[in-house]
């Protein structure tokens, strides 16, 4: 099982931008998806999750400024990411929580995507 995270890069302040994080491999079922993020020095901290049907929850920094989604069909979540702040700048992890058989279910982490948010 893999997870690929894109769509970060460099924005200025108050601009937007949308990751995404497909998950591959030999799959039975997605569960959770989330994604999480690091800044320089700090913990890592959960920005937001989704669960397979559809129910959200945000961390408290960005709740009203990101938005969770998924498409089940495409095993793939999205975070979009609106009026970014320099302190959103942090290097932002997916995580999913996946079924591989009906004994097999573990928690992966994709490799990570920057955002820096310059001001």
């Known amino acids: 099982v893999q997870l690929q995270a894109s769509g970060g890069g460099l924005v200025q302040a108050g601009g937007s931008l949308r990751l995404s994080c497909v998950v591959s491999?030999?799959?039975?079922?997605?569960?959770?998806m989330g994604w999480y993020r690091q800044a320089p020095g700090k913990q890592r901290e959960l920005v937001a999750r989704i669960s397979s049907g559809g129910s959200t929850n945000y961390g408290d920094s960005v709740k009203g400024q990101f938005t969770i989604s998924r498409d089940n069909a495409l095993k793939t979540a999205y975070l979009q990411m609106n009026s970014l702040k320099p302190e959103d700048t942090a290097v932002y992890y997916c995580?999913?929580?996946?079924?591989?058989?009906?004994?097999?279910?573990?928690?992966?982490w994709g490799q990570g995507t920057l955002v820096t948010v310059s001001s």
């Open positions: 995580n999913a929580d996946v079924r591989r058989s009906y004994l097999l279910r573990n928690d992966y």
């Open positions: 491999g030999s799959i039975l079922s997605i569960n959770d």
